[in-house]
């Protein structure tokens, strides 16, 4: 279907960086750099330099990022990883992937983890715990951190939707052992296919996940020091994602004033929720645009019927599939979330005279 308002727009995106993005494709095809070449390595400089990390390692994707942090953090048979009951499924994934056992915690209304709920799930075999910073905001990563001394647990942040944010002045991605990134093509920072970075501190940390994203391999020895995986960021697609880089705090700020213009045109409507909470501490990026009803069903009918194309993140908790073998059958919220939520289109693409027509449409619903 042909939408008046795409959810996203790749072709328009690569429009508006065509010239530096082909400059970047001739650059590396040209000279054959196809493998940890240079614009590898200064990609994960920029990123670390833009997280305020000493260290980031491209990898292959988000997956990636919280599969190889989870071996960093230790992470074996028997252990338990605290991780919100409301994220995308490879945030689970990746515990269960090491040998970890899950343990779901509900979120409050911002819809990251709620933080009065995580030393109730708390046990003795509890070893790490991965806050997801979901939409574009972070998690209290005060509170966070607290528990996590407390209780002597590894933080790793799933920082896949959040490059930019902050809270109380601290960059998502900078504060735990291990900052987990995606470049997923609709991600904040998208590349032309799949790849992921941590971003760290630790240099032990880093030099484990250097190793594990080539097979466990020491490139310049060639000696091999684990059973890792083949998940390299390619030299091309860091060329491109380096280019997007530069062009990131211009795009963060326009994904503020969308945010803005959806507040002021869509705020007072009975039975609409909007992603506007108030602490002081947080800086959002709105990855995602989520507006909440008990007319969700109908609301997201109507709009697709008016030529906006919206997403739902996530219609069915992940944890409800039997397939995965989880159970977080107690998180009300998650729950009523997803009978609630609608993901409005947000990019950097998307044109005034769109904003204005998804507001008005969504206006018309309600009035
Ligand atoms: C996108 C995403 C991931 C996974 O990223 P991929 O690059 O698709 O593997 C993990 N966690 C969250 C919160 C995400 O949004």
Redesign the pocket.
């Known amino acids: 279907m042909n939408y008046k308002v795409p959810f996203v727009d790749s072709k328009k995106n690569y429009q508006l960086i065509k010239n530096e993005i082909d400059s970047a494709y001739n650059e590396v095809m040209t000279a054959g750099d196809l493998i940890m070449r240079g614009q590898l390595s200064g990609f994960e400089d920029n990123l670390a330099a833009f997280v305020g990390t000493k260290y980031a390692v491209g990898l292959n ?4 990022a ?1 599969h190889v942090s989870m071996i960093i953090a230790g992470i074996k048979s028997g252990d338990e990883v605290i991780v919100p009951a409301h ?2 499924v ?2 689970a994934s990746a515990v269960v992937n090491a040998g970890g056992t899950p343990k779901l915690v509900d979120v409050s209304k911002d819809y990251n983890i709620d933080v009065s709920k995580i030393e109730a799930a708390i046990t003795p075999k509890t070893k790490a715990i991965i806050p ?1 910073h ?1 939409n574009g905001r972070m998690s209290n990563m005060d509170a966070v951190q607290s528990i996590a001394e407390k209780h002597k647990l590894i933080v790793i942040e ?1 920082a ?2 959040s490059l930019g944010a902050s809270y109380n002045g601290r960059k998502a991605g900078s504060i735990g052992l291990t900052g ?1 990134w ?3 093509p609709f ?1 904040i920072l998208g590349g032309y296919g ?3 970075a941590i971003t760290t501190n630790d240099p032990e940390a880093a030099r484990i996940a250097r190793l594990l994203r080539y097979n466990g391999e020491d490139r310049t020895t060639g000696a091999y020091y684990y059973h890792g995986f083949t998940c390299l960021l390619d030299n091309l697609q860091a060329a491109f994602l380096d280019v997007k880089l530069r062009h990131l705090p211009n795009w963060i700020k326009r994904r503020k004033e969308i945010a803005k213009q959806y507040l002021d045109g869509l705020s007072g409507l009975k039975d609409l929720g909007l992603p506007h909470f108030d602490d002081h501490k947080n800086d959002d990026v709105y990855q995602n645009y989520v507006i909440r009803t008990s007319q969700r069903d109908n609301l997201s009918a109507w709009l697709k019927e008016n030529g906006i194309e919206i997403l739902i993140h996530w219609p069915k908790p992940y944890y409800s599939y039997n397939g995965l073998n989880l159970d977080g059958s107690y998180c009300s919220e998650t729950e009523s979330i997803s009978k609630e939520v609608i993901s409005l289109p947000m990019n950097v693409e998307i044109s005034e005279e769109q904003v204005q027509y998804v507001i008005q449409t969504v206006r018309k619903f309600f009035v």
């Open positions: 994707s988000g997956y990636d919280l994220t995308f490879a945030t997801v979901l799933d896949c939707q987990c995606s470049f997923y991600k799949d790849g992921g």
